[in-house]
DNA sequence: GTGAAAGCGCTAACAC
DNA sequence: GTGTTAGCGCTTTCAC
């Protein structure tokens, strides 16, 4: 790789010169410029992005940390906001936490090491223990929180409003005449999982429907769990459900993984909706009512909130909610058919 | 931050002496390199791997590129390296390459300045003139490939048995008593793609079964490419296939979506099999028949690989096959029963 | 066994 | 409008 010297040498000018026409600077002549330009060109010349973070001591990257890669949410999450942040001049690097039990702190003070600019933490389900070891580092790299862990203090966050789509899928079941929705919660203690179960409770209240606590089950996101759950409620639970409802969607899967097996019908015999929206739901059959969110405006919250702290240390922190859209389809209501695709290329 | 000056006046010795005891470089007297051990734990010191790596001209970092973040292959493909990769002292970083038409040898510029040691570039499926291009960064660069393009020069590459996979497959379909078997093929061109169509159509010719030209449909590795290709098979396709086998999991998962909206029971008729065995492959109706590769195997060779050529390289560049295994389920075979996991945790 | 100093590639004062 | 130089945090000669 040539570097700025070679250029400077071969242009016949010093490398304060070619520093000035790579990032503008300062006015160069005309004439100069276009040598310069010319040289870069011919010898390939690309500026270390190492180099140069190491002396402006930032890097124009970001991370982003989610629980685990098994979840497709995730990924397609990554993918925006990587789209995004590209936009913004920045690199996006995905680490999952999915390992140790410390390895989020770990992964932060590797990703310290590396100079990240800022992190995306991404349903953060880490111990209270380093949560606040967490905020601690968040003094020092500036840390964006998604779907987060209920904190004592205000911190930087974007969430979806889960209380929003809980309460409307609730909604949409009863209005189909089920008596007994069971909830697969996600693990409790958080914000998120509380706001989500909270729009589940207090849909079934308004409706002035019993609220069993048999009928929740604490679950821990992933599809495996959500296939445990399932078969707990059908069972090991006294009051049979006839409609499941899943904090997110791979739980959501993962019962319906569970009902197939066993020979119930979805939804005639029981019916499920998940949360997320993800690509699976168009997927499996039959094709899975769910909350969806809209990726595009989460990923440019994220973004621009990242980059204002990153500008701005001191920034106030301020919490973002977003709202997503029930989509109805066929794991709840029989009228609706199977659909991968929307518009058919012809 | 502390610096490693920082360390060096709280101990009282030079950065030298504590670069030494960091990287165990030189003796260094024991009663020192206690004092400075704790001086280290005292000021939460980690040494900033972009300066060791600007001084040492590598950076311990490489880059695994994949064609998409759809397929959910690639990301579970990304897991197994990033873990293998850690092992051997490596970070990795995932790039997708699904936009631009130049889009990775743009990416791969970006990386060489921002020093990663190397990279993997994953199912490649750029044009001709790209391919040039790369192959010169590779002088330069150590690049590895997986399930690569055809190239006229020997290339360090991994490669699934494509060949082995598919005939094992068709020879499966056969058996079945399938008269007309459909194949999905990926984009033609690609060495890959051209193996693993070899394998089916060798594996019908040692049965003596026609070759029929209509039924090869060449797609696009996703899941709409399947879909539309099923479509071709069962709407414009004078030969109506009983069976349909795809190049990978998601084009046969396409292929699926669109036979359950027309209303076709699969097995029943029309079978579908694919090839990868992502998880999908067991959350869709009924679980899909595909070839399962043993991603540990491939992942600790792709990496041992690049970590080679990291270190040597004028090393020698040679091909390595992996055979993976046929998983029937219940999309050839109805006798199979649907089951989301092995083992039901009780 | 240890320190001084050069240098990796770049940017940003500061001088002219 | 341009050049010289210090310095980002580290490793590595080369002295001592």
Not at 164 to 178: D, R
Not at 223 to 244: V, W
Not at 245 to 273: F, W
């Amino acid at each position: 790789m040539a570097t700025i010297k070679d250029v400077a040498l071969a242009a016949g000018v010093s490398v304060a010169t070619v520093s000035r026409v790579l990032n503008n600077t300062a006015p160069v002549n005309e004439q100069t410029r276009q040598t310069i330009q010319k040289v870069i060109e011919e010898l390939h010349y690309q500026p270390s992005m190492i180099a140069r973070g190491m002396r402006k001591q930032q890097s124009k990257v970001m991370a982003i940390m989610v629980p685990s890669y098994e979840n497709p949410y995730h990924i397609k999450l990554f993918k925006y906001i990587e789209d995004y942040a590209r936009q913004k001049g920045y690199r996006l690097i995905l680490v999952g936490m999915d390992e140790g039990d410390n390895s989020e702190h770990e992964s932060i003070m590797d990703l310290m090491t590396r100079n990240v600019d800022g992190i995306i933490l991404c349903t953060y389900r880490g111990n209270k223990y380093n949560i606040k070891n967490i905020m601690q580092l968040s003094k020092r790299l500036p840390i964006v929180f998604m779907d987060n862990f209920e904190f004592d203090e205000a911190i930087s966050s974007v969430v979806i409003d889960g209380y929003h789509g809980m309460w409307e899928a609730t909604n949409h079941l009863i209005s189909l005449g089920h008596k007994s929705i069971a909830y697969i919660d996600g693990n409790s203690g958080y914000k998120v999982a509380n706001e989500r179960r909270k729009g589940y409770q207090n849909c079934l209240k308004e409706h002035h429907m019993p609220l069993e606590a048999e009928l929740i089950y604490y679950a821990d996101y992933d599809i495996e769990a959500g296939y445990s759950a399932c078969r707990y409620f059908m069972e090991e639970c006294k009051i049979r459900p006839t409609a499941i409802l899943a904090a997110n969607d791979i739980m959501a899967v993962g019962a319906m993984g569970y009902l197939r097996e066993k020979g119930y019908r979805i939804p005639k015999d029981v019916a499920v909706a998940g949360f997320d929206d993800i690509y699976l739901s168009k997927v499996i059959t039959p094709n899975l009512t769910t909350y969806r969110q809209p990726l595009n405006i989460v990923a440019e919250q994220v973004v621009n909130m990242l980059v204002n702290k990153i500008n701005a240390p001191n920034i106030e922190e301020k919490q973002v909610v977003i709202e997503g859209k029930l989509i109805i389809r066929g794991s709840t209501d029989a009228t609706k058919k199977d659909k991968m695709f929307e518009v058919i290329v012809k």
